[in-house]
T-cell receptor, first 113, second 113 residues
């Protein structure tokens, strides 16, 4: 299995631009999680999906952030407009039944100038 | 609310020294416990996990952890560290039946050759 796949691995953009991060979970996994990692706040759960349906988005920082999962093999996290404080590493993770272990992707390192 | 505390933020050891990283959580119910490792520039990888049964859990790369329910602790140990163990270590907790992890703030371990 290829594991969780994320793209791009690095993204540099200017303030105000739209940023789209992509994730392909492990095949057969029915839960997908988006995390943000910063030095100041550590690892934060932003949102998670079950069977493509958003279950808990309480961690999404504000309306500039949105996430979708149109099918079982693809999810996006969008930031519009982006701000310098959004600079972080964004991880996607997936898990399947019955084990409660999350498997993480390699992350997208985002820098907003 | 659930929380996870990792009291050691930075640890520096010489090769062959023994390691113990602390993890305490606050939650009164049944929990699942995890230790993840993040090598520099890489994604989180599962070291070990505890769901039930023997409270002494053995993971990969010679790591082990002990769940002490009365102390709400899940400390990570390794009898003899190597330079290649230099990484950041995260403890995570999820309450049984839920799908959200609560991560600790992480401990950065540096092993001197």
């Amino acid at each position: 299995d290829a594991g969780v796949i994320q793209s791009p691995r690095h993204e540099v953009t200017e303030m105000g631009q739209e940023v789209t991060l992509r994730c392909k979970p492990i095949s057969g996994h029915d839960y997908l999680f988006w995390y943000r990692q910063t030095m100041m706040r550590g690892l934060e759960l932003l949102i998670y999906f079950n069977n493509n349906v958003p279950i808990d988005d309480s961690g999404m920082p504000e309306d500039r952030f949105s996430a979708k999962m149109p099918n079982a093999s693809f999810s996006t996290l969008k930031i519009q407009p982006s701000e310098p404080r959004d600079s972080a590493v964004y991880f996607c993770a997936s898990r399947g039944q019955p084990q409660e272990t999350q498997y993480f992707g390699p992350g997208t390192r985002l820098l907003v100038l | 609310a659930q929380s996870v505390s990792q009291h050691n933020h930075h640890v520096i050891l010489s090769e062959a020294a023994s390691l113990e990283l602390g993890c305490n959580y606050s939650y009164g119910g049944t929990v699942n416990l995890f230790w993840y490792v993040q090598y520099p520039g890489q994604h989180l990888q599962l070291l070990l996990k505890y769901f039930s049964g023997d409270p002494l859990v053995k993971g990969i790369k010679g790591f082990e952890a002990e769940f002490i329910k009365s102390k709400f602790s899940f400390n990570l140990r390794k009898p003899s560290v190597q330079w290649s163990d230099t990484a950041e270590y995260f403890c995570a907790v999820s309450s049984s039946g839920t799908y959200k992890y609560i991560f600790g703030t992480g401990t950065r371990l540096k092993v001197l050759a």
